[in-house]
């Protein structure tokens, strides 16, 4: 099922509306998943099969500008998007929430942990992006080909890499407005020199689970950013790079519904 809802969400310039697309599947606990700079295609397969796994509610929004959809200017920072999503689970009424978030998404669910919801009883942040880690920098995307995009961020890219020149024209131009708005959105470096020490205020439990193979920000740079959140868990996933629901999509599931069930207010059955 997919909805549209309209937030009015309080953004450095005021009060705005904002559109967002979201597609539901599966009931039960629920889960916000939060897509990387890849757009949404990135984790609808896996939120299909957390799914049907799992007694799980699987909400997957588009963030504005990604996939085609519409994004005002005023909405321009992850910071602004974690707002955004904030009001998500407000106007849904949701409760008991575990938020996943991978790449960027997880860099908006690190800046929702920092805002902080009663609604959320969990943060799984996988291969996310957004602090900075002396000696082990984030991959500069943008001066990078997609071939060496593929390099960084499979164990396998030989068998997960995807060649855009031979993908339809309309899915290239979908592939080239999802990169403007996460330029957009986070900036050429990808990061935010004030987000780690900001984690330090975060309350709620949280998980930094990464692909033993990422090159866009290696395993260190996960650790580090588990040891910028109080009481955060680390989890290292083998045969997985930037993308673990692609790569590792069974061994996810269950790292996401152990933390879930480990700390919802109502246990989910498995």
Excluded: C, K
Excluded at 100 to 116: R, Y
Excluded at 130 to 150: K, M, Q
Excluded at 234 to 247: D, N, R
């Amino acid at each position: 099922m997919t909805s549209t809802h309209r937030l009015t969400v309080a953004l450095a310039a005021g009060d705005t509306t904002v559109d967002v697309s979201l597609s539901e599947q599966g009931a039960g606990h629920p889960v916000l998943l939060l897509h990387g700079g890849g757009g949404p295609l990135t984790v609808t397969p896996w939120a299909e099969r957390l799914a049907g796994a799992r007694p799980a509610r699987v909400l997957t929004p588009v963030h504005p500008g990604f996939a085609g959809t519409p994004r005002l200017a005023e909405l321009d920072s992850i910071r602004g998007l974690a707002a955004v999503y904030v009001a998500l689970l407000d106007a849904l009424d949701l409760r008991d929430v575990t938020v996943v978030g991978n790449s960027i998404g997880g860099w908006v669910a690190a800046e929702m942990a920092v805002l902080g919801s009663a609604r959320v009883s969990s943060y799984v942040l996988v291969d996310a992006v957004g602090i900075e880690v002396p000696g082990h920098p984030v991959a500069d995307f943008f001066a990078l080909t997609p071939a060496e995009v593929a390099q960084r961020s499979y164990a396998d890219p030989a068998r997960y890499g995807v060649d855009p020149a031979a993908l339809p024209p309309e899915v290239r131009a979908a592939l080239a407005g999802n990169r403007v708005a996460l330029q957009v959105y986070g900036g050429v470096s990808m990061t935010d020199p004030t987000l780690a020490a900001r984690l330090g205020t975060v309350t709620a439990p949280v998980a930094v689970v990464w692909g033993e193979a990422d090159r866009i920000g290696d395993p260190d740079f996960g650790r580090a950013y588990a040891a910028a959140v109080p009481g955060a868990t680390f989890v290292l996933l083998p045969g997985a790079g930037h993308l673990p629901q692609i790569e590792a999509p069974d061994a996810l599931i269950d790292v996401v519904w152990d933390v879930a069930d480990a700390h919802a207010a109502s246990r989910p059955s498995a």
